[in-house]
């Protein structure tokens, strides 16, 4: 009877093994143009997503919107930080264009769907591809806790702070465990 017992018991852990690390080796994207805002931003939701999924996260730095969103397009970025002044411009629209008619213009002209709007401000806000939120459905949720998280005054202080990648990694690590987000 033990020797049913264990076989049933390695049987069953050779069944779920692969299950278990269908995560595994999966990684987000995302695509900043190196300004010190997106930096900022995409060191919080890196560490959040790493901490709180277990997927990797890799930030990829492009030298300007137009090269950032020809890697959109090839399918290289999962996730953008953008703000609704440089989104109007993106989909040709003027730029005081209301929030609302920009992501439905994303929408439908890039496939892209934009989350809350965080950063005070600067109003940055997460925007993810189709195939990411299909792939990463808890995403939206988790990166929407950001922006409760920062609120005016608190993101400028914290982009005092993070002047250099290094400092913004630990400006950002700083704050989500200051959140309890992490």
């Known amino acids: 009877m033990k020797r049913i017992i264990s076989w049933c018991l390695v049987v069953s852990v050779l069944a779920v093994a692969p299950i278990s690390s269908a995560c595994v080796g999966k990684t987000i994207h995302l695509g900043i143009t190196g300004a010190v805002s997106e930096r900022l931003l995409a060191e919080m939701s890196s560490i959040l997503i790493t901490e709180r999924t277990g997927s990797s996260v890799k930030i990829d730095v492009y030298k300007d919107s137009k090269e950032l969103y020809s890697a959109v397009k090839q399918g290289k970025v999962n ?38 709007q965080i950063g005070g401000s600067l109003k940055f806000a997460p925007v993810l591809t189709a195939d990411t939120l299909a792939n990463y459905p ?7 806790k950001l922006s409760g998280a920062l609120v005016n005054d608190t993101y400028a202080k914290l982009l005092k702070s993070a002047e250099s990648s290094e400092k913004s990694k ?3 690590r700083e704050f989500l465990k200051g959140k309890k987000l992490i």
């Open 138 to 144: 808890a995403l939206p949720k988790l990166l929407n």
């Open 170 to 172: 630990k400006t950002a």
């Open 79 to 116: 996730v953008i930080f953008e703000n609704p002044g440089r989104a109007a411009e993106i989909v040709g629209k003027p730029t005081g264009s209301s929030f609302n008619q920009i992501k439905s213009e994303y929408k439908t002209k890039l496939n892209l769907t934009w989350l809350e």
